[in-house]
């Protein structure tokens, strides 16, 4: 595929993550009696990077995220020159689907930006928990490298084939149950910059870290991975 069509793939996939699953957030969580609450956000961003995974991962791989494709240069998956491109097409989306959330979610009369927010990520006083920076900065590092190491295990040559998306979608999941008290979960600096970008402020003061922690976890989980459980080179 042309770096062209995989920045489309990476555009496209990414959109539908923010969408998706902070649209299910927004939208969705807190709904009156039948509100789906963190178990149905959490699965519906795991849903989101299943499915376009499945639809897109042969085109561009299916990152959709700039700390998976760190990591997987990381892990010796991916080349370095088109690290550029893929997170710019990454944050493109991310930007794209937080926009066009806000101006759905606008459309109703008791949705208050400054209020409801738009699932930012944040920490302290931006934390749903009020749960430290410390916290953030670790949670969203381990939680990141753990992803890496799902994804370059489930996509490794040896691992059963076609099985790959499932893992990596409810690997998603449960990342997203454990840290959305904490930071709201991102593991995703796109995911972060998006909604950042719209609501401003307290979040957009915030975004350094959801950058800093998910690459520093993509790229030690990239590596661990390459170091320890990758084949070695067989012998001449």
Do not use: K
Not at 29 to 35: D, K, L
Not at 70 to 99: E, H, K, M, N, T
Not at 131 to 157: H, K, Q, R
């Amino acid at each position: 595929m042309t770096i062209g069509r995989r920045m489309a793939a990476e555009v496209i996939g990414t959109f539908w993550l923010v969408f998706g699953g902070c649209g299910s957030a927004v939208l969705a969580a807190a709904f009156p009696e039948v509100g789906i609450g963190l178990l149905g956000v959490s699965l519906a961003f795991g849903l989101t990077v299943l499915t376009m995974a499945f639809a897109l991962g042969h085109v561009s791989g299916g990152h959709f995220n700039p700390a998976v494709t760190v990591g997987l240069w990381a892990g010796s998956r991916f080349p370095a020159r088109d690290i550029p491109y893929y997170v710019v097409a990454q944050v493109v989306g991310a930007i794209a689907a937080a926009y066009l959330l806000f101006c759905i979610a606008s459309g109703s009369p008791t949705f208050d930006l400054a209020t409801n927010g738009l699932a930012a990520n944040g920490f302290g006083e931006g934390s749903p928990g009020g749960y430290s920076l410390a916290a953030g900065l670790i949670i969203e590092i381990v939680l990141t490298g753990g992803f890496l190491m799902v994804i370059l295990g489930a996509t490794d040559v040896r691992a059963p084939a076609g099985f790959a998306p499932i893992a990596i979608g409810l690997a998603l999941t449960l990342i997203h149950l454990i840290s959305i008290p904490v930071t709201n979960t991102s593991v995703n600096p796109a995911r972060s910059t998006g909604p950042a970008l719209v609501v401003g402020g307290l979040a957009l003061q915030q975004l350094w870290l959801f950058w800093v922690a998910p690459l520093i976890g993509g790229g030690i989980g990239g590596a661990l991975y390459r170091l320890l459980f990758s084949e070695p080179p067989r012998p001449m």
